[in-house]
């Protein structure tokens, strides 16, 4: 009798926001493919539970994930997919797992919890009835620029990630790429010890003289274009605050 997959999400800072169901998934799973072994174990073993772990991870997915169905299908096997912190596919590795596991016949289970990207839809204080989501920003200048027009041409709100050492300088290109009166949140190390949300337009973000630590998700809704009815929710840029 096949055995079971599933996709388990882990909290992204504090570990107490694992949900119940999570915890007893990952407790009698025959096996937990992580995307690094030592981060999932020091989770782990903070609730005492004894896992066998297996590497899975962005760099060895293609090769793995085929044998890693064929254990949940031939032996019977039951096992947990979890990436470092978060939802697994949501630029983490899950996305083949669940495309080879459909194809083979097995319906994932689905463990919801914390995600970065809800926390900071949630905390942006952005018009969110309508968002995307783009990932992390390109590193290439020319397509940084061609991902920052196409945020500003879509128009609605927009999250993605950036590295820290990068959002100075991502806070500047919005400025003039988007627009300097464009709104802007950046939520960092959400739900850890430092958490902080920074709201306020693209100029005055990229004002402030700091240096930018811990890791981002970053709002940003374009203005109303000028000649168009402005919305409800597209009021003028509230002053910078901070939480």
Not at 139 to 146: A, F, H, L, N, S
Not at 205 to 222: D, H, K, N, Y
Request: aromatic share 6%; charged share 30%; with cysteine.
């Amino acid at each position: 009798m096949a055995g079971k997959l599933y996709l388990v999400t882990t909290p992204i800072g504090n570990l107490e926001d694992i949900t119940l169901r999570a915890l007893e998934v990952l407790k009698k799973v025959d096996l937990v493919a992580a995307e690094d072994t030592r981060r999932t174990r020091q989770l782990l073993s903070h609730f005492g539970i004894h896992a066998r772990l297996e590497s899975f991870h962005a760099f060895n997915e293609h090769e793995k994930a085929r044998p890693l169905l064929e254990k949940v299908l031939r032996d019977g096997l039951s096992a947990a997919l979890v990436s470092d912190a978060g939802t697994p596919s949501v630029a983490d590795p899950g996305f083949l797992l669940v495309r080879e596991a459909l194809a083979a016949g097995i319906e994932p289970v689905v463990v919801p919890g914390v995600s970065a990207l809800t926390f900071a839809v949630t905390a942006s204080g952005l018009p969110v009835d309508r968002f995307s989501f783009r990932g992390f920003v390109p590193v290439k200048p020319g397509k940084r620029r061609r991902f920052l027009e196409s945020v500003a041409a879509d128009g609605g709100t927009t999250f993605f990630f950036e590295s820290p050492y990068r959002i100075g300088k991502l806070l500047t290109e919005i400025a003039e790429v988007v627009s300097p009166e464009c709104r802007v949140v950046l939520v960092r190390e959400a739900t850890k010890l430092h958490e902080e949300v920074l709201r306020g337009s693209a100029a005055e973000l990229a004002a402030l003289p700091r240096e930018w630590r811990g890791e981002f998700v970053v709002g940003v809704r374009p203005p109303e274009p000028r000649g168009g009815e402005a919305s409800d929710d597209d009021e003028e840029v509230p002053e910078l605050r901070r939480n």
